[in-house]
């Protein structure tokens, strides 16, 4: 059981990384553009304490995997001054792209090393497959079958990196995709206001009460939900796509 345990912690813990790098590029991004309101108030930091929220980075992964044991999360938002950036119409919009970038970026590297491990072509079938049993089951299935992971990758080194890798390429192709959906507080949404030149009014408005909208298509099967599915399933199946190569 041990190995589980170490296993599904790293997969928890390249979950929360993936998104505290997610955030800090939207700082890096808003001091490029000329605000320092991210660095003043120390969120350039790597320390998971200086961006772990209580609900998003911990309640929510929980009852996620419970229910579908696939956990998802967010960190606190990292804050910037719009006022202070360059590139005024499209500034907000850079500053939000740099967060899906940064997590395509890191899939696609991990994607890209995870071709260059010399393994055969059935054990890396088989490190796939089991991880891809990982996802989608309740929360004591989710535990038993990183069994199957642990024991897939067991035998050399080749197979644990490449394990690894394919769950740094996971998380950060769903998180890329998932930010990149038009409703706020998602990443997608300041693209969505700009193109659509949405008015601040209704811009506050949709800010306002787009967290319950995304909780209830998070939790409420329907439609949109499949939609949502289909769009991040094919950021995911390109990057794996790449990693099984």
Not at 48 to 60: K, N, Q, R
Not at 116 to 143: D, N, Q, R, W, Y
Not at 172 to 191: E, T, W
Request: proline share 6%; charged share 10%.
């Amino acid at each position: 059981m041990s190995q589980e345990i170490v296993l599904a912690g790293l997969y928890i813990g390249i979950m929360l990384y993936s998104v505290i790098f997610h955030e800090i590029a939207h700082g890096w991004a808003a001091l490029s553009l000329g605000d320092h309101t991210a660095r003043l108030l120390g969120r350039l930091s790597l320390r998971p304490m200086s961006h772990i929220d209580p609900f998003g980075s911990v309640l929510l992964p929980f009852a996620l995997m419970v229910t579908t044991g696939v956990g998802f999360g967010y960190a606190k938002p990292v804050p910037y001054n719009p006022y202070n950036l360059r590139y005024k119409e499209w500034g907000e919009v850079l500053v939000a792209l740099a967060g899906p970038l940064t997590n395509f970026a890191l899939a696609l590297v991990a994607s890209v090393v995870a071709t260059l491990i010399p393994l055969s072509l059935a054990t890396k079938s088989a490190v796939f497959g089991a991880f891809m049993g990982v996802l989608g089951s309740g929360f004591g299935e989710f535990l038993n079958r990183f069994g199957d992971l642990a024991a897939a990758m067991s035998g050399s080194l080749g197979a644990i990196f490449f394990g690894l890798l394919l769950i740094v390429v996971f998380w950060n192709a769903v998180l890329g995709a998932f930010n990149l959906l038009p409703i706020p507080p998602l990443d997608g949404s300041k693209v969505l206001f700009q193109l659509l030149s949405v008015p601040d009014e209704w811009q506050r408005m949709l800010e306002q009460y787009g967290f319950f909208i995304l909780l209830a298509i998070i939790f409420i099967p329907s439609p949109i939900t499949a939609a949502i599915g289909s769009f991040i399933n094919w950021f995911l199946a390109l990057f794996l796509g790449i990693a099984v190569m």
